[in-house]
Nanobody, 127 residues
Framework: QVQLVESGGGQVQAGGSLRLSCAAS????????MGWFRQAPGKEREFVAT????????YYADSVKGRFIISRDNAKNTAYLQMNYLKPEDTAVYYC????????????????????WGQGTQVTVSS
C-alpha cells in the first residue's frame, strides 16, 4: 500500500521558515518525480514546486520562486520543501504528490498527472 505522509507544517510569523517533509512508503521514490501543491480556503489546489527523480530538474511557481527550495533524498524515500521568507498568502494546506516516471527525468506541474497524494499538512503564516 502506497502512502505519502507530510509533516513539518505549523504556524509561523511572516518572514519565518518551515521545512516540510514527505515520507513515502510502498513505493521506490527514485521511480517518481515529486511535487508539492497547496490549497488555501476557498481556492483551488495550486502547483508550488516539482523535482525530477534525479533532482537534476526543478521548477517552481512564480509566487514561491527564490523563497522555496524543493529537494529529495531517494535513499530515505523522502522529499522536502524548505520554505523561507514566508508570507501570509502562503497560508494553505500543503500536499506532496508522486508522479511515476518511466525512463524519464521529467517533472510535472499538472495536478492530474500525479499518481499518489499525501493527506496534507497545514501551514499558517501570521502577519
Amino acid at each position: 500500500q502506497v502512502q505519502l505522509v507530510e509533516s513539518g507544517g505549523g504556524q509561523v510569523q511572516a518572514g519565518g521558515s518551515l521545512r516540510l517533509s514527505c515520507a513515502a512508503s510502498g513505493l521506490t521514490l527514485s521511480n517518481y518525480a515529486m511535487g508539492w501543491f497547496r490549497q488555501a480556503p476557498g481556492k483551488e489546489r495550486e502547483f508550488v514546486a516539482t523535482i525530477s527523480w534525479s533532482a537534476g530538474r526543478r521548477y517552481y511557481a512564480d509566487s514561491v520562486k527564490g523563497r522555496f527550495i524543493i529537494s529529495r533524498d531517494n535513499a530515505k524515500n523522502t522529499a522536502y520543501l524548505q520554505m523561507n521568507y514566508l508570507k501570509p498568502e502562503d497560508t494553505a494546506v500543503y500536499y506532496c504528490a508522486a508522479d511515476r516516471q518511466y525512463y524519464s527525468d521529467k517533472y510535472s506541474v499538472i495536478h492530474d498527472e500525479y499518481d499518489y497524494w499525501g493527506q496534507g499538512t497545514q501551514v499558517t503564516v501570521s502577519s
